[in-house]
């Protein structure tokens, strides 16, 4: 079992989010500038890490390794 964690956009991320990720968080974040607020969420389905943004934003690892940063859809 992996545990997820919380942060603060912004600050940062926690030594539990995987190196995949960092970039494209990062990258979301300075694309948001003032409105980057909130909370990040970092979750784990199938052994894949999924960190959320509060402001709407997710950022994914998928099977094949690529990382994707996209709003949350529906």
């Known amino acids: 079992m992996q545990l ?3 942060w603060a956009a912004g600050a940062e ?3 539990s989010v995987p190196a995949a990720l960092r970039p494209a968080i990062a990258e979301v974040e300075s694309s948001l500038g ?3 607020h ?3 969420t970092l979750t784990w389905l199938e052994g ?3 960190a959320e ?3 709407g934003w997710e950022v994914f690892q998928t ?3 690529d990382v994707t940063a996209r709003p949350f859809q529906d």
């Open 53 to 55: 943004l509060d402001a």
């Open 34 to 36: 003032d409105a980057a």
């Open 13 to 15: 991320a926690p030594a």
């Open 4 to 6: 997820g964690t919380r």
């Open 48 to 50: 894949r890490a999924i």
């Open 63 to 65: 099977a094949s390794g």
């Open 38 to 40: 909130g909370h990040w």
